[in-house]
């Protein structure tokens, strides 16, 4: 039988506290403990090499080694493809900053592993597993996912001190839907893609073109991003899905979403990802 462990998601507990509740080291993404009979995992969304993300409702765990090619069947790596066979508990953490490790939930297992090609800490390309997993509650429960989301508001404002064309070489690449069961869908979306879309907004509402009604507590005018084919409708988070409106036209965007305005700022879009394209092309040449 499991012996579980009592905490609660939401609980944000230190480094030290993590290691004499669970009994295992202080170091590593992955902690086994013989005497817990349990699995720590632990996503450092604060600067790790590795790139775990969610799609859908299943986390894609990247499994352990920083440099060369990942073993399936070593250390820790050979405990997650084991289970649920070893009888052991995973529990699952996400490290929002230096010291903070907030408790998610217990996940499992839900499909083979597969081994994909990342760079290691060094730059260079190699083998890494990767492990889908899948919390056993239904639900995240919102404190997590509002730790999340100030997060998020906290790496965008990071972002936004970097270039259009550093914003650039990251958001173009991405296309994702990814979402986590708290109340309803937490849609996870790209710092990297809702920074540019603003920097090139320049301020101006792209439905109404009016400049943004105020300016936030960084001293920055106050857009929103929004995706013109939503989320929730099996919209894509990518640059040519996204614009900045105002609070006032975001918010009939929800609520009318009317056809000629929706046109409107595909054509938006389209132009914008164009202009990029030529503008950090050249700068890049």
Same mark, same amino acid.
């Given at each position: 039988?499991?012996?579980?462990?009592? %905490?609660?998601?939401?609980?944000?507990? @230190?480094?030290?506290? #993590?290691?004499? !509740?669970?009994?295992?080291?202080?170091?590593? &993404?992955?902690?086994?403990?013989?005497?817990?009979? @349990?699995?720590?995992?632990?996503?450092? #969304?604060?600067?790790?090499?590795?790139?775990?993300?969610?799609?859908?409702?299943?986390?894609?765990?990247?499994?352990?080694?920083?440099?060369?090619?990942?073993? #399936?069947?070593?250390?820790?790596?050979?405990?997650?493809?084991?289970?649920?066979?070893?009888?052991?508990?995973?529990?699952?953490?996400?490290? /929002?900053?230096?010291?903070?490790?907030?408790?998610?939930? =217990? $996940?499992?297992?839900?499909?083979?592993?597969?081994?994909?090609?990342?760079?290691?800490?060094?730059?260079? +390309?190699? !083998?890494?597993?990767?492990?889908?997993?899948?919390?056993? @509650?239904?639900?995240?429960?919102?404190?997590?996912?509002?730790?999340?989301?100030?997060?998020?508001?906290?790496?965008?404002?990071?972002?936004?001190?970097?270039?259009?064309?550093?914003?650039?070489? !990251?958001?173009?690449?991405?296309?994702?839907?990814?979402?986590?069961? /708290?109340?309803?869908?937490?849609?996870?979306?790209?710092?990297? %893609?809702?920074?540019? =879309?603003?920097?090139?907004?320049?301020?101006?509402?792209? +439905?109404?073109?009016?400049?943004?009604?105020?300016?936030?507590?960084?001293?920055?005018?106050?857009?929103?991003?929004? /995706?013109?084919?939503?989320?929730?409708? &099996?919209?894509?988070?990518? #640059?040519?899905?996204?614009?900045?409106?105002?609070?006032?036209? /975001?918010? !009939? $965007?929800?609520?009318?979403?009317?056809?000629?305005?929706?046109?409107?700022?595909?054509?938006?879009?389209?132009?914008?990802?164009?202009?990029?394209?030529?503008?950090?092309?050249?700068?890049? @040449?």
């Amino acid at each position: 039988m499991r012996n579980k462990i009592s %905490i609660s998601p939401g609980s944000v507990i @230190s480094n030290q506290e #993590l290691c004499e !509740k669970f009994r295992c080291g202080p170091q590593g &993404g992955m902690r086994r403990s013989n005497k817990t009979n @349990s699995l720590v995992l632990i996503t450092d #969304l604060e600067g790790s090499n590795y790139k775990d993300e969610w799609q859908d409702d299943i986390l894609l765990y990247t499994g352990m080694g920083q440099l060369g090619d990942q073993e #399936l069947n070593k250390y820790q790596n050979k405990t997650l493809n084991n289970s649920p066979y070893n009888n052991i508990t995973i529990y699952y953490f996400e490290k /929002h900053e230096p010291n903070h490790y907030c408790y998610v939930g =217990i $996940m499992k297992k839900v499909k083979p592993a597969y081994f994909s090609i990342q760079s290691d800490k060094n730059g260079s +390309l190699r !083998k890494v597993w990767i492990f889908p997993l899948k919390l056993l @509650s239904k639900t995240i429960p919102p404190s997590v996912a509002e730790k999340t989301a100030l997060y998020e508001i906290k790496k965008e404002y990071n972002l936004y001190k970097k270039s259009k064309i550093d914003l650039y070489k !990251k958001a173009s690449k991405i296309n994702q839907r990814s979402y986590r069961r /708290h109340i309803t869908n937490q849609y996870i979306r790209s710092p990297e %893609i809702s920074a540019l =879309i603003k920097k090139e907004a320049d301020g101006r509402c792209d +439905l109404c073109n009016n400049e943004a009604p105020f300016l936030d507590i960084e001293g920055l005018p106050f857009l929103e991003c929004h /995706h013109i084919e939503w989320l929730s409708n &099996g919209g894509s988070d990518c #640059l040519d899905n996204t614009v900045a409106l105002c609070p006032n036209c /975001h918010r !009939k $965007m929800h609520v009318i979403n009317n056809k000629d305005d929706i046109n409107n700022l595909k054509q938006i879009a389209i132009q914008r990802i164009k202009e990029m394209e030529e503008n950090y092309r050249s700068d890049n @040449s």
